[in-house]
């Protein structure tokens, strides 16, 4: 029979590049330390995870609460039972994009202290990787962060000219019909570019079917990456 655990209770949910531990930041190793336990998202590396348990003994996979069907909320709040400290490490971002605030909620409402960090962001990740600097040096640039659930607030953004660069998280597929004829009449103002699977794709004049299959089918994040069209 489990003890109740009537000490203050604190759930960190932590971003990472879950490919390579090396990425997160001070502060999020830090947060591995001080942790009672930690539950490792399903798509980290064998490196992440071998690192990771030269820091911290006690770790839960997201896998194994899939396989035995558990509700990985409530599987936390049992941890409580006799845990202080909980750490959720994630692939992606949970705080540019509200990602986490379904989980911040949620443990709130138990009377859960939750603090939620950027190990890294996600799309920071995928530009790094395609050697794509987040700014330009050559430019007073500067860049804009959205999360855009459907097709009415798009025109707005794209029409805002103050920023270089535009990165739009897309979280609802519902309208992406219209979000993409609503693109064609921007092509001249701003060099377009889907991330779907981590992949980027061009958008353009030409036949766009392939890649608005790929979009609706994607159960990863999608992104909008919308730089302004213009030689230096």
């Not at 409530?74 to 400290?85: G, K, P, S, V």
Request: charged share 25%; net charge positive; hydrophobic share 40%.
């Amino acid at each position: 029979m489990l003890i109740k655990n009537n000490n203050k209770r604190k759930f960190f949910l932590v971003g990472a590049n879950v490919e390579s531990f090396d990425d997160c930041t001070l502060k999020v190793v830090e947060i591995f330390y001080k942790s009672d336990c930690i539950i490792v998202s399903s798509n980290a590396s064998k490196s992440f995870i071998e690192k990771l348990k030269k820091i911290h003994y006690r770790i839960y996979f997201e896998n194994d609460l899939k396989i035995n069907h558990l509700n990985y909320r409530q599987f936390i709040l049992d941890l409580f039972e006799i845990n202080n400290t909980i750490t959720h490490v994630r692939d992606g971002d949970p705080i540019f994009f509200n990602d986490g605030m379904s989980d911040y909620n949620f443990f709130s409402k138990e009377g859960v202290e939750v603090n939620i960090e950027s190990g890294l962001i996600e799309f920071l990740n995928i530009l790094n990787k395609n050697y794509i600097p987040i700014t330009d040096r050559k430019i007073n640039s500067s860049v804009e962060f959205i999360s855009l659930k459907g097709n009415n607030l798009l025109n707005g953004h794209l029409n805002r000219k103050h920023f270089t660069k535009k990165i739009i998280h897309i979280k609802s597929k519902k309208n992406i019909d219209l979000i993409f004829e609503s693109l064609y009449q921007y092509l001249r103002t701003w060099k377009i570019t889907f991330i779907i699977n981590k992949k980027l794709i061009n958008f353009s004049k030409e036949d766009n079917n392939n890649l608005l299959k790929a979009l609706k089918n994607t159960v990863s994040n999608a992104y909008l990456l919308i730089e302004k069209n213009e030689k230096i």
